[in-house]
């Protein structure tokens, strides 16, 4: 499959919190998680998740996933993926153009950050994409 480039006119992802946690055994550490329904032809702006450990599990659907400069891959329904902090997200778009995708993004970072930037610290969009 070819990989896409970001096509601002594709539906972006509604994104809800569905919760949020102080870890109580890693001390200065919150743990996030997120809600993701990617309606059909939906997609992300290349982004980054700052200083978020990121691991995500695809609920729905079938997603397109490119991190840095690796490969792009098909991830199935109940499928996987890690992101360490500053991995460049290039590609997060929903395969299909007719059916929804959906996928819970559980994100672990400094609270401190969580408390002071809320969602801008879990998504950066690229500079480039963020008045498009």
């Not at 991190?67 to 992101?83: A, C, S």
């Amino acid at each position: 499959m070819e990989e896409p480039t970001y096509d601002p006119s594709r539906p972006m992802p509604d994104i809800k919190l569905a919760y949020s946690y102080k870890l109580v055994n890693c001390p200065g550490k919150t743990i996030v998680g997120l809600h993701v329904n990617f309606p059909p032809n939906g997609s992300t702006p290349p982004h980054r998740h700052g200083g978020c450990s990121v691991s995500a599990y695809v609920v729905k659907g079938t997603l397109l996933n490119k991190m840095n400069n690796d490969p792009m891959k098909v991830i199935p329904e109940g499928g996987t993926w890690f992101e360490a902090p500053g991995c460049h997200h290039r590609i997060s778009d929903n395969a299909s153009a007719t059916e929804p995708a959906t996928l819970i993004a559980v994100m672990v970072l400094e609270t401190e950050v969580y408390e002071r930037e809320g969602m801008a610290a879990l998504i950066q969009i690229d500079e480039e994409y963020r008045h498009t």
